[in-house]
């Protein structure tokens, strides 16, 4: 014995309709296809992958005021990001060095454990009315390539801008 299912399906194009009959020789439901399969995460990095990091900002050079005329001298603060190979994010700040063109923060931002790729560092001058003036920013810098042949910020710099920062030290260690 044969089971057969029927279903009548009517379609309205144009105006018009028409029936469509459609028989299959099995009683069984068609599965519907999955529309958003999930994800896989990413295995987690082995411990040995883990280390910790810790970035030492010095100070910085900034020639030109970003307070503007008759608002005194820029505020400046560093705020550094750092970049995990899983595409974790954790970002630290300096304090600001108020009135300051030529801060020395001498500060060291303990960023934990994790495997570590990459950081970047903005500096801003802070305002007390609207938001904050970006003053720097450097290009993303490779963890491995920066403790492989350091380079002062100084060289890579964007060009726009007007000034530099000091990275004293980056420590990574287990």
Do not use: C
């Not at 999930?38 to 910085?60: E, F, M, N, Y």
């Not at 801060?103 to 001058?125: E, T």
């Not at 003036?133 to 002062?152: A, F, R, Y």
Request: proline residues 10%.
């Amino acid at each position: 014995m044969k089971l057969f299912t029927t279903v009548n399906v009517f379609l309205v194009l144009f105006g018009a309709v028409a029936a469509v009959k459609i028989e299959s020789n099995s009683a069984r439901p068609i599965a519907e296809p999955e529309i958003d399969p999930p994800i896989p995460t990413p295995p987690p990095p082995p411990q040995s992958a883990l280390k910790k990091l810790t970035i030492d900002i010095g100070g910085g050079n900034f020639y030109v005021d970003h307070d503007g005329w008759g608002a005194g001298i820029s505020d400046p603060y560093a705020v550094v990001t750092a970049f995990t190979t899983d595409g974790r994010r954790l970002t630290r700040s300096t304090r600001v060095a108020s009135e300051e063109q030529f801060p020395r923060w001498n500060q060291r931002l303990p960023f934990g454990s994790g495997a570590w790729r990459s950081f970047r560092i903005k500096v801003y001058d802070s305002d007390s009315f609207g938001n904050d003036d970006l003053m720097l920013e450097t290009p993303l810098v490779n963890i491995q390539d920066w403790l492989n042949h350091p380079i002062p910020l100084t060289d890579i710099h964007r060009p726009w801008q007007d000034g530099f920062v000091y990275l004293d030290e980056l420590h990574l260690w287990n």
